[in-house]
T-cell receptor, first 113, second 114 residues
């Protein structure tokens, strides 16, 4: 695999479920990002990790919980979501958190019923 | 804070037509500017970038010039193809705290008909 991969590509969950999104980058980068893409809105940066440490948390509700066990993997743990959380969740990586060029994965299309 | 404004879509063109998608920005510093493209069902791909005033980014026939005097970074292509149908995002980099953040516009959907 090359680039940035995300699994699953599609996820449907109920409001009481717990699920996790996975992102893996094969680029040797040290920074990883979670974005939320909703219809008719600009991409929203959710979290930034640099060398497995969270450096940014943009006022994201606690029902979204990120985890970065190493520089190649990033997870987004989901619990007690709301229907308005339905969106495309994009993962990205960059060489480091000071490098402006980011490489994106294909996204996970999340639907909350 | 920094922001990006790009033209509302959707934009519909015939094959071989000329494309312009306008993008203007507001920034306190000297950001790098980007165009990303998102094909149906996929994530964002970097299309081109420019890092300083008067730089021209180009890729796959697309071009954009960093215009500091007009705070613009308009995307152009001389002859579009059906395969260019996608959503195009203008973005700038914004150094805040411990990281470089990308600020995106809302995106412009382009449909090219044969």
């Amino acid at each position: 695999e090359t680039g940035v991969t995300q699994t699953p590509r599609h996820l449907v969950m109920g409001m009481t479920n717990k699920k996790s999104l996975k992102c893996e980058q094969h680029l040797g980068h040290n920074a990883m990002y979670w974005y939320k893409q909703s219809a008719k809105k600009p991409l929203e940066l959710m979290f930034v990790y640099s060398l497995e440490e969270r450096v940014e948390n943009n006022s994201v509700p606690s029902r979204f919980s990120p985890e970065c066990p190493n520089s190649s993997h990033l997870f987004l743990h989901l619990h007690t979501l709301q229907p308005e959380d339905s969106a495309l969740y994009l993962c990205a990586s960059s060489l480091d958190s000071y490098t402006d060029t980011q490489y994106f994965g294909p996204g996970t299309r999340l639907t909350v019923l | 804070g920094d922001s990006v404004t790009q033209m509302e879509g959707p934009v519909t063109l015939s094959e071989e037509a000329f494309l312009t998608i306008n993008c203007t920005y507001t920034a306190t510093g000297y950001p790098s500017l980007f165009w990303y493209v998102q094909y149906p069902g996929e994530g964002l791909q970097l299309l081109l970038k420019a890092t300083k005033a008067d730089d021209k980014g180009s890729n796959k026939g697309f071009e954009a010039t960093y215009r500091k005097e007009t705070t613009s970074f308009h995307l152009e292509k001389g002859s579009v193809q059906v395969s260019d149908s996608a959503v195009y995002f203008c973005a700038l980099s914004d150094r805040q705290g411990g990281s470089e953040k990308l600020v995106f516009g809302k995106g412009t959907k382009l449909t090219v008909n044969p």
